[in-house]
C-alpha cells in the first residue's frame, strides 16, 4: 500500500501545530515565534517550534512507522538517563513532542573527527537495550517488529518471494545467483539465529544507528529516531554501526578503531554473558543484521508512492547482498 504524504498539506501543519501548542500550554509554556519545518521525508517530518523555554521539537510517522512515538516515550520511562524528555505523544497518529536533544553527533564530528564518541555512545546504547530485555512483551504491543530468532527467519524466506522487491536481473537488483544463493541460506539463518539468541536475550535493536540519530546535549549523548526499530538480537545493531563509522573515518573493516568501538559496545553484556558467548555470536549477528536492515527497508520501500520507490528501489537488494558479503569473509 502506497501512502500519500500529507507533511507539506497547510492544513495537516496547521494541525499539527495547534496540538503542540495545546499540549505546551498544558505545561504553563508559549510558543514564540513561528514553527519551522526542518525535516521532511516520506516516512516522516520534524517541526522546530521556538517556546519561551527553548526549542521543541514536533515528529510525526507515517502508518507503517507509527509505532516511533510509542517506542520513544516508553524508553525514555525505562532508561530516563538515556531517553530524550518526552513532552506529549499521540500514539493513534504517531505524534512526539520532545524536548531539543542537542546538535546531532554527525556536525559534532564533522568539528572534532573524535572516534572515541564513540567510545561513549554505545556502552550507553547497550546499557539502553539490557534495561530494555526485560520490557519485550510490552514493545510488541505497541507493534514493534518481531525479529527475534525464529521470526528473522520466517521473515528472510518471505522476503526471499518478492520479486518486487529483490529486483531479480534488473537494475539496482540481485543477480539470478545471488538470489538463489540466498534462498539456499534460510536453514543456516534460523541456525545461525537460534545458535546467538541461547546467551543473549532479544531487546530493542535501533536498526539504523549511525551518527545523523546520536544527539549531544551537555555532554549527554542520546539516540533517538527509532522508527526502524524492531525487537531482535541486540548485537544486530553492529552491521549498520561499524560500516557507518567506517566510512565516516575512511577506516578498512578489520582497522583496529572499529575493533575497540566494537568492544566497548560488547563489554557491558558480560554481565549477562561469558566472553567466549560473546565472541562467538558477535560475528553471525553482524552477518544477520543486514538481514534486519532488508527487513526494516522492505517495509519502507513497500509503503513509498511510486515516485519515491523508484529512488529507493536498490536498498533491499543491497542489504542482502551486503549479508552475502558478509558471509563470504566470514
Known amino acids: 500500500m502506497a501512502y500519500r504524504m500529507v507533511w507539506r498539506d497547510r492544513d495537516w501543519r496547521d494541525e499539527a501545530i495547534a496540538w503542540a501548542e495545546r499540549r505546551l500550554a498544558e505545561r504553563g509554556r508559549r510558543v514564540s515565534g513561528k514553527a519551522e519545518q526542518i525535516h521532511v521525508v516520506p516516512w516522516s517530518t520534524v517541526l522546530r517550534i521556538p517556546t519561551d523555554r527553548g526549542a521543541v521539537y514536533f515528529k510525526a510517522t507515517w502508518p507503517p512507522q507509527r509505532h516511533e512515538a510509542a517506542i ?102 540481485l543477480s ?56 531482535s538480537h541486540p548485537f544486530y545493531s553492529l552491521s549498520v554501526i561499524l560500516r557507518s563509522i567506517a566510512y565516516t573515518f575512511k577506516l578498512g573493516h578489520d582497522a583496529p578503531e572499529l575493533a575497540h568501538v566494537r568492544d566497548a559496545y560488547l563489554e557491558p553484556f558480560t554481565r549477562i554473558a561469558t566472553r567466549k558467548q560473546i565472541r562467538a555470536a558477535y560475528p553471525v549477528a553482524a552477518r544477520l543484521g543486514w538481514i534486519s536492515r532488508a527487513l526494516s527497508w522492505a517495509l519502507v520501500v513497500e509503503n513509498l508512492p511510486p515516485a519515491s520507490k523508484r529512488k529507493e528501489r536498490g536498498s533491499v537488494p543491497r542489504s542482502l547482498q551486503r549479508f552475502l558479503e558478509a558471509t563470504a569473509s566470514a
Not at 497518529?93 to 564513540?118: H, Q, S
Not at 543456516?188 to 536475550?201: K, N, T
Open 72 to 173: 520513544t516515550e516508553a524508553l525514555a520511562r525505562w532508561a530516563p538517563d538515556q531517553g530524550t524528555a518526552v513532552l506529549a505523544l499521540d500514539r493513534r497518529r504517531g505524534w512526539l513532542l520532545a524536548e531539543d536533544a542537542g546538535p546531532r553527533l554527525r556536525e559534532v564530528l564533522a568539528k572534532d573527527r573524535d572516534i572515541r564518541r564513540w567510545h561513549a555512545v554505545l556502552p550507553r546504547y547497550a546499557e539502553l537495550q539490557l534495561k530494555t530485555a526485560p520490557h519485550v512483551s510490552e514493545l510488541l504491543k505497541l507493534d514493534v517488529p518481531d525479529r527475534r530468532a525464529d521470526a528473522l527467519a520466517m521473515s528472510y524466506e518471505r522476503l526471499l518471494k518478492e520479486r518486487s522487491l529483490m529486483r531479480i536481473g534488473l537494475k539496482e537488483g
Open 176 to 231: 539470478a545467483v545471488q538470489h538463489e544463493r540466498l534462498r539456499g541460506m534460510v536453514p543456516q539463518v534460523r541456525e545461525w539465529a537460534m545458535a546467538i539468541s541461547a546467551a543473549i536475550p532479544a531487546t530493542i535493536q535501533h536498526d539504523d544507528l549511525h551518527d545523523g540519530q546520536v544527539f549531544v546535549r551537555d555532554g549527554h549523548y542520546r539516540i533517538l529516531d527509532w522508527g526502524d526499530a524492531c525487537v
